[in-house]
């Protein structure tokens, strides 16, 4: 039997172990401790980031981002339904009213044009998911943003090091959001990272990751004490963690430019299928989207066709999946948000969208086996002219 090609494999690129044995026998290993710090400091030179807070996960950064904005009750946030449910719960806890619009059929991104007619007297927050590390359309958005006082959190978790006209992705917002979550190019398990980029939120945002205490104050001596000011909670990583991390950090570059040949090995191979119209690839043609090659994704012509595509990798021992049931579409989209027009690209993309194996010690040769299933599927199938 051939080994198998799993979806994601977690994997060592460095020093992690040896920065967690420093974390333990230096005597700190709870949070905030000097390897957070160094990643934190990291983060802020490599994507020229005015501040950076290392937190436990992904959703953990998108909970302190939902604070910050002060949501009140029954405020609106604008949002894509093809989004993880992580992006709508850190709103929806704070009292908002979840409203999606459609994406672009393209990038799979939320759909520029549409925002501005979504736009209502609640409104209070955009929020952009960079779908793969593809940037937004973001100078559309920011200054839909501007004209009508709306504050934007960009989540990049698929983009670390991806740009959009030569700004990282992340840092363009009010406030940005980092995933580290194993499956993700840059890992360490779970773990994410809030980027403050706008100066108001500063030294809130360290008080609500501390807490609710301002014992970040009384660390640098501006206090001579620290005590409970604001709501907040521990979002601190474990220093162990972040030990992990700074060890993948500073493989970033390598790891990234691995991961993105594989990517275009994966488009090259691909290419004939989609110019007979069996399937669809992600947008390659941007030069400054070249750090948004992250993740593997096609498109298929059908449901039917998807679930029969992931069924025949699966005899082959490749492990495919599918990515996103639309949040309109759940139970708790049903009854707690809206959508505002027709989300039909929403819907196709969700049914048709397969991703692929792409992970940091796949071989060409896993990808080539990949494509020899694929173009096996297309042939048994009589799909192919």
């Not at 020093?15 to 400091?41: H, W």
């Not at 939320?110 to 925002?115: C, D, F, I, P």
């Not at 363009?172 to 108001?200: K, P």
């Not at 593997?296 to 059908?302: D, K, L």
């Amino acid at each position: 039997m051939d080994t198998a090609v799993p979806f994601n494999r977690p994997y060592i690129a460095g020093k992690e172990m040896y920065y967690i044995a420093q974390a333990v026998l230096g005597g700190r290993s709870s949070g905030d401790g000097p390897f957070t710090k160094k990643c934190n400091t990291f983060i802020e030179n490599l994507l020229d980031a005015p501040k950076a807070l290392l937190t436990q996960s992904y959703g953990s950064a998108l909970d302190m981002a939902a604070m910050l904005c002060n949501i009140q009750p029954g405020d609106e946030v604008i949002m894509p339904s093809f989004a993880f449910v992580s992006v709508a719960n850190a709103f929806y806890m704070q009292g908002a009213v979840p409203v999606f619009v459609d994406i672009r059929p393209d990038t799979l991104n939320l759909n520029e044009s549409l925002v501005q007619d979504a736009v209502t007297s609640r409104t209070r927050v955009i929020v952009v998911p960079h779908y793969a590390g593809v940037g937004c359309e973001m100078d559309t958005i920011l200054n839909i943003a501007q004209e009508n006082n709306l504050l934007v959190v960009e989540d990049a978790a698929n983009g670390f090091g991806a740009t959009y006209k030569d700004k990282y992705l992340g840092t363009m917002g009010d406030l940005g959001v980092l995933s580290f979550h194993e499956t993700n190019s840059i890992m360490c398990g779970e773990g994410g990272a809030l980027l403050v980029n706008n100066e108001r939120f500063m030294e809130q945002a360290e008080i609500i990751r501390e807490k609710g205490t301002n014992r970040s104050k009384f660390l640098r001596g501006e206090v001579d004490k620290y005590t409970w000011v604001s709501l907040g909670s521990s979002f601190l990583p474990s220093d162990l963690v972040a030990a992990f991390l700074y060890a993948q950090l500073e493989m970033a570059d390598t790891i990234i430019r691995h991961r993105s040949r594989l990517r275009d090995l994966y488009v090259t191979g691909l290419q004939e299928l989609a110019d007979k119209g069996l399937i669809r690839l992600p947008v390659t043609d941007a030069t400054d989207r070249a750090g948004g090659r992250q993740v593997m994704y096609v498109i298929t012509r059908s449901l039917s066709e998807r679930n029969r595509l992931i069924h025949h990798l699966e005899t082959n021992h490749i492990k495919a999946i599918f990515h996103y049931i639309p949040l309109h579409s759940s139970p708790m989209g049903k009854k707690f948000s809206r959508t505002h027009g027709d989300i039909v690209n929403t819907i196709r993309v969700s049914d048709c969208i397969v991703r692929l194996p792409l992970f940091n010690e796949m071989q060409e040769n896993d990808v080539h086996r990949v494509m020899e299933a694929f173009h096996e599927f297309y042939r048994e199938n009589r799909l192919s002219s």
